[in-house]
C-alpha cells in the first residue's frame, strides 16, 4: 500500500508540473501575441531557450564526466601502487 501512495504522489509531482510548463508556454505565447502581434515569436523564444538550457546541461554533463574519470584514475593508481598482500604470502 505503501508504495501505491508513492507511485501516486510522483505521478501527481509529474502532472503539476507538467500543467505548470504548459502554462508558462501558453502565456510565453499569448504575451507574444499581445506585445507583437504574433505567437510564433514566443514559440521562437521558447525554442532557443530550450536549446540553450540543452546545451548548458551537455556542457555540464561533459565536464563533470571528465572530473570523475580523472578521480577514478587517480583512485585506480593509488590502489594499484598500494599493492596489498594476501595472508598466505
Same mark, same amino acid.
Given at each position: 500500500?505503501?508504495? /501505491? ?11 503539476? *508540473?507538467?500543467? #505548470? ?5 501558453? !502565456?510565453?505565447?499569448? !504575451? *507574444? /501575441? ?5 505567437? /510564433?515569436?514566443?514559440?521562437? #523564444?521558447? $525554442?532557443?531557450?530550450?536549446? !540553450?538550457?540543452?546545451?548548458?546541461? $551537455? +556542457?555540464? &554533463? =561533459?565536464?563533470? &564526466? %571528465?572530473? @570523475?574519470? #580523472?578521480?577514478?584514475? +587517480?583512485?585506480?593508481? =593509488? @590502489? %594499484? *601502487?598500494? %599493492? @596489498?598482500?594476501? !595472508?598466505?604470502?
Amino acid at each position: 500500500m505503501m508504495k /501505491n501512495i508513492q507511485v501516486f504522489t510522483r505521478f501527481a509531482q509529474y502532472v503539476g *508540473s507538467t500543467a #505548470a510548463v504548459m502554462a508558462a508556454c501558453f !502565456l510565453v505565447v499569448w !504575451l *507574444s /501575441n499581445f506585445f507583437f502581434g504574433d505567437y /510564433n515569436y514566443g514559440i521562437i #523564444a521558447m $525554442m532557443g531557450t530550450f536549446m !540553450l538550457v540543452f546545451l548548458f546541461g $551537455m +556542457a555540464k &554533463s =561533459d565536464v563533470e &564526466s %571528465k572530473a @570523475r574519470q #580523472a578521480r577514478w584514475a +587517480a583512485e585506480d593508481a =593509488d @590502489r %594499484k *601502487s598500494t %599493492k @596489498r598482500t594476501m !595472508l598466505m604470502e
